[in-house]
């Protein structure tokens, strides 16, 4: 079946240091949205990118859909501890197939 | 706040009873769907509604069933509870069918099988 797969599942890293988290459909998707999970809440929706090849930047946020839109990357540049949470993408076909979410701590 | 309402928050059950998870999806908006997320894992599809109607399926369970109203809310229903149903039930809504814009999530409900 449809599956989105995310790498890593787990990322720990020091304050100030970049993380990135990859997204990878076995389909070609229409569209990517991300969504973040802080611990205890609910995922929040991040951004959607919908072209091929397309770049989103949210500040210190960069979000990437490769060109034949079967994956998506999530970089964070200079992390803080606000970044703590669980990002999850989410890959539409027919409907939203969410990947298996990267967790990350911030440590300061 | 994302506007979709979930009851109840938390909930603690015995095994093999039956629970009614229950939600308000964000005004205007006439899909909803049901995820649950286990402790460290995803979030895996249940079920979508459209409009009163049943529009996709996913990984949900046949002790498992759901309904949408004709005011638009749902309900999950959780029947012959086991442990392994502890989870977090989020319900999640879109102003479409389909879920190719945003969709907004509830707080969830989390639920405890003891």
């Known amino acids: 079946g449809q599956q989105v797969m995310q790498i890593p599942q787990y990322q720990h890293v020091q304050e100030g240091e970049d993380f990135t988290t990859y997204c990878n459909s076995s389909?070609?998707?229409?569209?990517i949205q991300w969504y973040k999970q802080r611990p205890g809440g609910h995922p929040v929706f991040l951004i959607q990118?919908?072209?091929?090849?397309e770049v989103k930047k949210q500040k210190r946020l960069t979000f990437q859909f490769g060109e034949a839109k079967k994956n998506s990357s999530l970089h964070i540049t200079a992390t803080q501890t606000t970044d703590v949470g669980t990002y999850f993408c989410?890959?539409?076909?027919?409907?939203?197939?969410f990947g298996t979410g990267t967790r990350l701590q911030v440590f300061p | 706040d994302s506007g979709v309402t979930q009851t109840p928050k938390h909930l603690i059950t015995a095994t093999g009873q039956r629970v009614t998870l229950r939600c308000s999806p964000r005004?205007?908006?006439?899909?909803v769907y049901w995820y649950q997320q286990s402790l460290d894992q995803g979030l895996q599809f249940l079920i979508q509604?459209?409009?009163?109607?049943?529009?996709a399926k996913g990984n949900i369970l046949e002790r498992f069933s759901a309904q949408q109203f004709p005011d638009l809310h749902s309900e999950l229903n959780l029947s012959s509870l086991e442990l392994g149903d502890s989870a977090l039930y989020f319900c999640?809504?879109?102003?479409?069918?389909?879920?190719?814009?945003?969709?907004?999530f509830g707080e969830g409900s989390w639920l405890t099988v003891v």
């Open positions: 005004s205007g908006d006439l899909s």
């Open positions: 989410a890959g539409h076909i027919d409907k939203l197939i």
């Open positions: 990118l919908v072209k091929s090849g």
């Open positions: 509604y459209y409009n009163g109607e049943e529009r």
């Open positions: 389909t070609t998707l229409s569209n």
């Open positions: 999640a809504s879109t102003p479409r069918e389909d879920s190719g814009n945003t969709i907004y």
